[in-house]
Protein backbone atom coordinates (compact mmCIF):
# COMPACT_ATOMS: atom_id res chain seq x y z
CA UNK A 1 0.00 0.00 0.00
CA UNK A 2 0.93 3.80 -0.91
CA UNK A 3 1.98 6.39 1.80
CA UNK A 4 -0.54 8.80 2.15
CA UNK A 5 -0.06 12.28 3.26
CA UNK A 6 -4.33 13.15 3.57
CA UNK A 7 -5.31 10.05 4.72
CA UNK A 8 -4.69 7.08 6.93
CA UNK A 9 -5.61 3.48 6.41
CA UNK A 10 -5.94 0.80 9.12
CA UNK A 11 -6.86 -2.71 9.48
CA UNK A 12 -8.94 -3.34 13.17
CA UNK A 13 -9.78 -6.73 12.55
CA UNK A 14 -9.16 -8.96 10.10
CA UNK A 15 -11.56 -8.67 7.11
CA UNK A 16 -11.98 -4.90 7.39
CA UNK A 17 -10.13 -2.16 5.65
CA UNK A 18 -10.18 1.14 6.89
CA UNK A 19 -10.06 4.95 5.59
CA UNK A 20 -9.40 7.68 8.06
CA UNK A 21 -9.53 11.46 6.26
CA UNK A 22 -7.19 13.03 8.33
CA UNK A 23 -6.58 17.12 7.56
CA UNK A 24 -7.86 18.07 10.96
CA UNK A 25 -6.96 21.89 10.29
CA UNK A 26 -9.49 21.98 7.29
CA UNK A 27 -12.17 19.58 8.44
CA UNK A 28 -10.84 17.12 5.99
CA UNK A 29 -11.56 18.93 3.12
CA UNK A 30 -11.40 17.22 0.32
CA UNK A 31 -8.37 18.44 -1.63
CA UNK A 32 -8.05 16.91 -5.07
CA UNK A 33 -4.75 14.79 -3.28
CA UNK A 34 -7.17 13.78 -0.64
CA UNK A 35 -9.32 12.45 -3.19
CA UNK A 36 -6.67 10.75 -5.23
CA UNK A 37 -5.75 9.08 -1.61
CA UNK A 38 -8.36 8.55 -0.78
CA UNK A 39 -9.73 6.64 -4.10
CA UNK A 40 -6.14 4.52 -4.16
CA UNK A 41 -6.46 3.33 -0.58
CA UNK A 42 -9.88 1.73 -1.69
CA UNK A 43 -9.38 0.38 -4.27
CA UNK A 44 -6.11 -1.29 -2.72
CA UNK A 45 -8.70 -2.68 0.39
CA UNK A 46 -10.99 -3.93 -2.57
CA UNK A 47 -8.96 -5.95 -4.67
CA UNK A 48 -7.53 -8.24 -1.08
CA UNK A 49 -8.87 -11.02 -1.24
CA UNK A 50 -8.63 -10.98 2.89
CA UNK A 51 -10.74 -7.81 3.35
CA UNK A 52 -14.34 -8.65 3.02
CA UNK A 53 -15.69 -4.90 3.90
CA UNK A 54 -14.60 -1.40 3.86
CA UNK A 55 -15.09 1.73 6.29
CA UNK A 56 -14.76 5.34 5.57
CA UNK A 57 -14.68 8.15 8.49
CA UNK A 58 -13.23 11.14 9.44
CA UNK A 59 -12.84 12.38 13.20
CA UNK A 60 -15.46 13.36 15.76
CA UNK A 61 -15.98 17.11 14.56
CA UNK A 62 -15.76 16.31 11.10
CA UNK A 63 -16.38 13.64 8.25
CA UNK A 64 -15.68 16.00 5.79
CA UNK A 65 -16.50 19.77 5.48
CA UNK A 66 -16.59 19.81 1.50
CA UNK A 67 -14.63 20.02 -1.42
CA UNK A 68 -11.25 22.12 -0.58
CA UNK A 69 -12.98 25.49 -1.42
CA UNK A 70 -8.83 27.11 -0.91
CA UNK A 71 -8.24 25.35 -4.15
CA UNK A 72 -10.84 25.83 -6.06
CA UNK A 73 -11.49 29.25 -5.54
CA UNK A 74 -9.04 30.86 -8.09
CA UNK A 75 -9.86 28.25 -10.76
CA UNK A 76 -11.46 28.64 -14.37
CA UNK A 77 -13.60 26.82 -16.45
CA UNK A 78 -10.76 25.40 -17.76
CA UNK A 79 -8.51 24.64 -14.63
CA UNK A 80 -12.12 23.10 -13.35
CA UNK A 81 -12.15 20.48 -16.90
CA UNK A 82 -8.53 19.57 -16.98
CA UNK A 83 -8.58 18.34 -13.08
CA UNK A 84 -11.88 16.85 -13.57
CA UNK A 85 -11.19 15.81 -9.95
CA UNK A 86 -14.70 14.96 -9.61
CA UNK A 87 -14.80 11.99 -12.17
CA UNK A 88 -12.19 10.48 -10.23
CA UNK A 89 -15.31 9.80 -7.80
CA UNK A 90 -16.73 7.32 -10.38
CA UNK A 91 -14.26 4.68 -9.15
CA UNK A 92 -15.77 4.38 -5.69
CA UNK A 93 -19.17 3.69 -7.28
CA UNK A 94 -17.52 1.01 -9.07
CA UNK A 95 -15.81 -0.49 -5.87
CA UNK A 96 -16.82 -4.47 -5.47
CA UNK A 97 -16.97 -5.26 -2.07
CA UNK A 98 -19.45 -3.23 0.28
CA UNK A 99 -18.25 0.13 1.81
CA UNK A 100 -19.65 1.61 5.13
CA UNK A 101 -19.25 5.43 6.13
CA UNK A 102 -19.01 6.40 9.88
CA UNK A 103 -20.05 9.85 9.60
CA UNK A 104 -19.63 11.85 12.78
CA UNK A 105 -19.93 15.96 12.51
CA UNK A 106 -19.58 18.10 9.02
CA UNK A 107 -20.40 16.07 6.33
CA UNK A 108 -21.27 19.36 3.68
CA UNK A 109 -20.87 19.26 -0.18
CA UNK A 110 -18.35 16.80 -1.48
CA UNK A 111 -18.24 15.53 2.11
CA UNK A 112 -22.23 14.35 2.24
CA UNK A 113 -21.57 12.90 -1.75
CA UNK A 114 -18.60 11.23 -0.58
CA UNK A 115 -20.81 9.96 2.03
CA UNK A 116 -23.43 8.83 -0.47
CA UNK A 117 -21.51 6.98 -2.21
CA UNK A 118 -21.35 4.73 0.56
CA UNK A 119 -23.34 1.80 0.71
CA UNK A 120 -24.60 2.04 3.97
CA UNK A 121 -24.00 5.01 6.55
CA UNK A 122 -23.51 4.97 10.64
CA UNK A 123 -23.83 8.69 11.94
CA UNK A 124 -23.05 9.78 15.13
CA UNK A 125 -25.62 11.98 17.01
CA UNK A 126 -23.38 14.76 15.95
CA UNK A 127 -23.32 14.13 12.23
CA UNK A 128 -24.98 17.10 10.34
CA UNK A 129 -25.69 17.17 6.55
CA UNK A 130 -25.53 19.69 3.80
CA UNK A 131 -25.33 21.12 0.52
CA UNK A 132 -24.19 24.44 0.90
CA UNK A 133 -22.32 25.01 -2.03
CA UNK A 134 -25.37 27.80 -2.90
CA UNK A 135 -23.79 30.01 -0.64
CA UNK A 136 -20.81 29.53 -2.33
CA UNK A 137 -22.36 30.69 -5.64
CA UNK A 138 -22.25 27.32 -7.03
CA UNK A 139 -23.58 23.64 -6.40
CA UNK A 140 -23.13 20.21 -6.32
CA UNK A 141 -21.20 18.99 -8.71
CA UNK A 142 -20.33 14.90 -7.00
CA UNK A 143 -24.14 13.68 -6.88
CA UNK A 144 -25.80 15.93 -4.80
CA UNK A 145 -28.60 17.18 -6.89
CA UNK A 146 -28.86 13.11 -8.43
CA UNK A 147 -28.15 11.04 -5.76
CA UNK A 148 -29.58 13.11 -2.80
CA UNK A 149 -33.01 13.19 -4.49
CA UNK A 150 -33.26 9.26 -5.36
CA UNK A 151 -32.36 8.52 -1.24
CA UNK A 152 -34.35 12.28 0.21
CA UNK A 153 -36.67 13.09 -2.71
CA UNK A 154 -37.53 15.98 -4.70
CA UNK A 155 -38.57 18.46 -1.99
CA UNK A 156 -36.04 17.74 0.26
CA UNK A 157 -32.89 17.56 -1.83
CA UNK A 158 -34.41 20.76 -3.47
CA UNK A 159 -34.43 22.78 0.24
CA UNK A 160 -31.04 21.26 1.40
CA UNK A 161 -29.77 22.33 -2.10
CA UNK A 162 -31.58 25.95 -2.63
CA UNK A 163 -30.85 26.94 0.57
CA UNK A 164 -27.85 24.86 2.00
CA UNK A 165 -29.49 24.08 5.40
CA UNK A 166 -28.18 21.07 7.11
CA UNK A 167 -29.92 18.68 8.79
CA UNK A 168 -29.30 16.75 11.54
CA UNK A 169 -28.38 13.07 11.98
CA UNK A 170 -31.56 12.37 13.32
CA UNK A 171 -33.76 13.97 10.47
CA UNK A 172 -31.01 12.58 8.10
CA UNK A 173 -32.65 8.83 9.39
CA UNK A 174 -35.96 10.13 9.34
CA UNK A 175 -34.88 10.49 5.12
CA UNK A 176 -33.49 7.26 4.64
CA UNK A 177 -29.70 9.30 4.04
CA UNK A 178 -28.35 6.84 6.85
CA UNK A 179 -28.90 3.03 8.41
CA UNK A 180 -28.92 4.68 11.91
CA UNK A 181 -27.79 7.19 14.70
CA UNK A 182 -25.73 6.43 17.62
CA UNK A 183 -23.71 8.02 20.35
CA UNK A 184 -20.70 9.71 19.37
CA UNK A 185 -18.70 7.57 21.62
CA UNK A 186 -20.07 4.61 19.79
CA UNK A 187 -20.59 5.80 15.82
CA UNK A 188 -17.03 3.82 14.67
CA UNK A 189 -17.37 0.44 16.85
CA UNK A 190 -21.26 0.59 15.43
CA UNK A 191 -19.54 0.76 11.58
CA UNK A 192 -16.83 -1.92 12.75
CA UNK A 193 -19.54 -4.63 13.68
CA UNK A 194 -21.85 -3.61 10.76
CA UNK A 195 -18.88 -4.21 8.78
CA UNK A 196 -17.91 -7.86 10.83
CA UNK A 197 -20.93 -9.06 10.15
CA UNK A 198 -21.21 -8.29 6.35
CA UNK A 199 -17.31 -9.82 6.22
CA UNK A 200 -18.53 -12.97 7.90
CA UNK A 201 -21.06 -13.75 5.03
CA UNK A 202 -20.72 -15.77 1.36
CA UNK A 203 -17.93 -13.11 -0.16
CA UNK A 204 -19.51 -13.89 -3.85
CA UNK A 205 -23.10 -13.54 -2.78
CA UNK A 206 -22.30 -10.30 -1.24
CA UNK A 207 -20.49 -8.73 -4.39
CA UNK A 208 -23.38 -9.80 -6.32
CA UNK A 209 -25.95 -8.39 -3.89
CA UNK A 210 -23.91 -5.19 -3.94
CA UNK A 211 -24.11 -4.93 -7.30
CA UNK A 212 -27.94 -5.73 -7.74
CA UNK A 213 -28.97 -3.53 -5.44
CA UNK A 214 -26.96 -0.29 -7.02
CA UNK A 215 -28.16 -1.60 -10.25
CA UNK A 216 -31.52 -0.33 -9.14
CA UNK A 217 -30.55 3.05 -9.61
CA UNK A 218 -29.72 3.01 -13.20
CA UNK A 219 -32.35 0.66 -14.79
CA UNK A 220 -36.07 -0.21 -15.25
CA UNK A 221 -37.22 -2.24 -12.59
CA UNK A 222 -37.93 -5.10 -15.59
CA UNK A 223 -34.05 -5.16 -16.70
CA UNK A 224 -33.12 -4.88 -12.86
CA UNK A 225 -34.98 -7.53 -11.61
CA UNK A 226 -33.42 -9.66 -15.00
CA UNK A 227 -30.22 -8.66 -13.43
CA UNK A 228 -31.15 -10.14 -10.19
CA UNK A 229 -32.23 -13.22 -11.35
CA UNK A 230 -29.28 -14.09 -13.71
CA UNK A 231 -26.99 -12.83 -10.66
CA UNK A 232 -29.28 -15.14 -8.79
CA UNK A 233 -28.78 -18.28 -10.83
CA UNK A 234 -25.14 -17.84 -11.11
CA UNK A 235 -24.70 -18.25 -7.41
CA UNK A 236 -25.14 -22.06 -7.96
CA UNK A 237 -22.21 -22.56 -9.67
CA UNK A 238 -20.19 -21.21 -6.30
CA UNK A 239 -19.22 -23.69 -3.63
CA UNK A 240 -20.62 -21.29 -1.14
CA UNK A 241 -23.70 -21.85 -2.25
CA UNK A 242 -23.23 -25.66 -1.47
CA UNK A 243 -21.69 -25.25 1.16
CA UNK A 244 -24.67 -22.53 2.65
CA UNK A 245 -27.39 -24.93 1.91
CA UNK A 246 -25.51 -28.11 2.64
CA UNK A 247 -24.66 -26.61 6.20
CA UNK A 248 -28.38 -25.49 6.92
CA UNK A 249 -29.73 -29.35 6.35
CA UNK A 250 -27.15 -30.76 8.68
CA UNK A 251 -27.51 -27.76 10.80
CA UNK A 252 -24.24 -26.42 11.63
CA UNK A 253 -22.77 -23.17 10.42
CA UNK A 254 -21.20 -22.71 6.77
CA UNK A 255 -17.90 -22.52 6.28
CA UNK A 256 -16.92 -19.73 3.49
CA UNK A 257 -14.58 -20.49 1.10
CA UNK A 258 -14.97 -17.47 -1.74
CA UNK A 259 -15.26 -19.94 -4.25
C1 LIG B 1 -11.24 24.54 2.81
C2 LIG B 1 -12.14 24.63 4.91
C3 LIG B 1 -13.34 24.06 4.44
C4 LIG B 1 -13.41 23.72 3.06
C5 LIG B 1 -13.52 24.43 6.55
N1 LIG B 1 -12.30 24.85 6.21
N2 LIG B 1 -14.18 23.95 5.49
N3 LIG B 1 -11.11 24.88 4.09
N4 LIG B 1 -12.35 23.99 2.28
N5 LIG B 1 -14.50 23.16 2.54
C6 LIG B 1 -11.29 25.41 7.09
C7 LIG B 1 -11.63 26.82 7.54
O1 LIG B 1 -11.24 27.76 6.57
C8 LIG B 1 -10.81 26.94 8.80
O2 LIG B 1 -9.47 27.20 8.47
C9 LIG B 1 -10.87 25.55 9.39
O3 LIG B 1 -11.22 24.67 8.31
C10 LIG B 1 -11.93 25.40 10.46
O4 LIG B 1 -13.15 25.90 9.95
P1 LIG B 1 -14.04 27.00 10.69
O5 LIG B 1 -14.89 27.63 9.67
O6 LIG B 1 -13.18 27.90 11.50
O7 LIG B 1 -14.88 26.07 11.68
P2 LIG B 1 -16.35 26.31 12.22
O8 LIG B 1 -16.53 27.74 12.65
O9 LIG B 1 -16.56 25.23 13.24
O10 LIG B 1 -17.32 26.10 10.98
C11 LIG B 1 -17.40 24.79 10.38
C12 LIG B 1 -18.12 24.88 9.01
C13 LIG B 1 -17.42 25.94 8.13
C14 LIG B 1 -19.59 25.26 9.22
C15 LIG B 1 -18.07 23.50 8.40
O11 LIG B 1 -16.01 25.68 8.13
C16 LIG B 1 -17.89 25.93 6.71
O12 LIG B 1 -18.95 26.48 6.40
N6 LIG B 1 -17.08 25.35 5.81
C17 LIG B 1 -17.38 25.31 4.39
C18 LIG B 1 -18.45 24.30 4.09
C19 LIG B 1 -18.81 24.28 2.61
O13 LIG B 1 -19.20 25.33 2.06
N7 LIG B 1 -18.63 23.12 1.96
C20 LIG B 1 -18.90 23.02 0.54
C21 LIG B 1 -17.61 23.23 -0.21
S1 LIG B 1 -17.85 23.24 -1.96
P3 LIG B 1 -8.62 28.33 9.27
O14 LIG B 1 -7.32 28.41 8.50
O15 LIG B 1 -9.42 29.58 9.26
O16 LIG B 1 -8.46 27.74 10.65
C22 LIG B 1 -18.04 21.65 -2.37
C23 LIG B 1 -18.30 21.41 -3.83
C24 LIG B 1 -18.33 19.95 -4.13
O17 LIG B 1 -17.97 20.77 -1.60
C25 LIG B 1 -18.33 19.75 -5.59
C26 LIG B 1 -18.18 18.34 -6.00
C27 LIG B 1 -17.42 17.48 -5.09
Redo the contacts with the bound molecule.
Keep these: MNTYTCIKTYIPKPGIGIVQLHRP???N??SLQTMIEIVDALQYFDNQSDIRCMIIHGSD??FA????????SDAGTIDMLERDQ?SR?EKIRLLKKPLIGAISG?A????C??AMHCDMLIASETAQFG???I??G?M???G?TQRLTRIVGKAQAMEMALT?RMISAYEAWRLGLVNRVVPVSGYLQEAIALATEIASKAPIAIRLIKESVLKSYSTTLEAGLEFERKNFYMLFASEDQKEGMKAFIEKRKPTWNNS
Design positions: EVLALKAAGADITEMFWYLGGGELQPENLVPGAGG
